[in-house]
Nanobody, 125 residues
Framework: LQLVESGGGLVQPGGSLRLSCAASGSTLENYNIGWFRQAPGKAREGVSCISSSGSNTNYADSVKDRFTISRDSAKSTVYLQMNSLRPEDTAVYYC???????????????????WGQGTQVTVSS
């Protein structure tokens, strides 16, 4: 399984971006997907997750009500819609996958074995 993120860029405060995490080499069926971010000088942190079934999602408090995670099984792609962006959202964003037979599992774990290369999001005026 390989993951490739896209959709990052420079956006003004209050703006929106949609990140994509596309899989190749395997479908994302039976994979819990998490989004993480790492700002300069800071530890990588969990942002959101979605269960393999898509029925369960979770968000870090800092992005709740602004970010929305979703998945398109047919395209083996997971999205992170980011609205009302703030300068403190500036970071490299990564998606990560962990195999599970629990279709309801939604966790943001740094122990995920599969990671993308990251996409830069910069929020600045």
């Amino acid at each position: 399984l390989q993951l490739v993120e896209s959709g990052g860029g420079l956006v003004q405060p209050g703006g929106s971006l949609r990140l994509s995490c596309a899989a190749s080499g395997s479908t994302l069926e039976n994979y819990n997907i998490g989004w993480f971010r790492q700002a300069p000088g800071k530890a990588r942190e969990g942002v959101s997750c979605i269960s393999s079934s898509g029925s369960n999602t979770n968000y870090a408090d800092s992005v709740k009500d602004r970010f929305t995670i979703s998945r398109d099984s047919a395209k083996s792609t997971v999205y992170l819609q980011m609205n009302s962006l703030r300068p403190e959202d500036t970071a490299v964003y990564y998606c990560a996958a962990i195999y599970t037979t629990n279709q309801a599992m939604c966790i943001m774990t740094q122990l995920s074995p599969y990671w993308g290369q990251g996409t830069q999001v910069t929020v600045s005026s």
